[in-house]
């Protein structure tokens, strides 16, 4: 059975991938089934677009211990 998975290149793509991810995670698939590898494969390229295109920056470290200290009430 071929999965007709394609690459995610857009934001469309992306939107797409996410909705069928989320629509497969309630369907809860065993792992090994067809569900359940179709979940893997759009979860790792999900992941792989959302590194390219969407990066997170790492954050400051002064910014951080700033935001943690103001989170605490110090």
Known sequence: MTMHIRPIRTEADH???LAEISALM???PKLGTSDG???DVLATLVQVY???HHPIEAA???EAI???MDEQGL
């Open 15 to 17: 939107a797409a991938a």
């Open 26 to 28: 309630v369907a809860d």
């Open 37 to 39: 590898d179709r979940l």
């Open 50 to 52: 959302e590194v390219r």
């Open 60 to 62: 400051d470290p002064v």
């Open 66 to 68: 700033k935001f943690l």
